[in-house]
T-cell receptor
Framework: GDSVTQMEGPVTLSEEAFLTINCTYT??????LFWYVQYPGEGLQLLLK?????DKGSNKGFEATYRKETTSFHLEKGSVQVSDSAVYFC???????????FGPGTRLSVLP | NAGVTQTPKFRILKIGQSMTLQCTQD?????MYWYRQDPGMGLKLIYY???????DKGEVPNGYNVSRSTTEDFPLRLELAAPSQTSVYFC???????????FGQGTRLTVV
């Protein structure tokens, strides 16, 4: 079935470190891909998205590229800040069924 | 812009009580979803709807019911609350397949 796998963490980094959170997917068809962020006590917010192969989504210094050949959508940021501490969810969107499949989330803690 | 609005934000229920979690969206989205998020865990789909009058079960529907009489509203009903239903509940909506979902702020429910 359709699924999303991501590194579960927790990931702890020092401020200004480089961030990579891996995400791979399995899907029948051609999904859109998303990264959502959840700050403590809040709902999920869309961070970035990509709708076709080789698309790069970017926002707030975060980037992810839709790689169809490796079925991946890894999240990267060159220099993390304490304010980036949150849980990050990789997700795919389908054109059928329940429509969204979420990964388990990766908790990121950034230390000053 | 209101987006997706959930009420209440917090609720404590006694075992066996019932309640309705309200969700409304003002974006004219066809698709709506209910998820639960247990502490430190990812999202599990309870029910979803692809339009007014149409609902379907997700991964964990037992103990819940939904209705979708209008495009805007998608209430979630808990009958005979149990401690296992202690969780944070998120409502979300999307315009159509392969587009991003917008989330509410969540309802934190405790069953004692």
């Amino acid at each position: 079935g359709d699924s999303v796998t991501q590194m579960e963490g927790p990931v702890t980094l020092s401020e200004e470190a480089f961030l990579t959170i891996n995400c791979t997917y399995t899907a029948t068809g051609y999904p859109s891909l998303f990264w959502y962020v959840q700050y403590p006590g809040e709902g999920l917010q869309l961070l970035l998205k990509a709708t076709k192969a080789d698309d790069k989504g970017s926002n707030k210094g975060f980037e992810a590229t839709y790689r169809k050949e490796t079925t991946s959508f890894h999240l990267e940021k060159g220099s993390v800040q304490v304010s980036d501490s949150a849980v990050y969810f990789c997700a795919l969107s389908l054109s059928y069924g329940q429509n969204f499949v979420f990964g388990p989330g990766t908790r990121l803690s950034v230390l000053p | 812009n209101a987006g997706v609005t959930q009420t209440p934000k917090f609720r404590i229920l006694k075992i066996g009580q019932s309640m309705t979690l309200q969700c409304t969206q003002d974006m004219n989205h066809n698709y709506m979803y209910w998820y639960r998020q247990d502490p430190g865990m990812g999202l599990k789909l309870i029910y979803y709807s692809v339009g007014a009058g149409i609902t379907d079960k997700g991964e964990v529907p037992n103990g819940y019911n939904v209705s979708r009489s209008t495009t805007e509203d998608f209430p979630l009903r808990l009958e005979l609350a149990a401690p296992s239903q202690t969780s944070v509940y998120f409502c979300a909506s999307s315009l159509r397949p392969n587009t991003e979902a917008f989330f509410g702020q969540g309802t934190r429910l405790t069953v004692v």
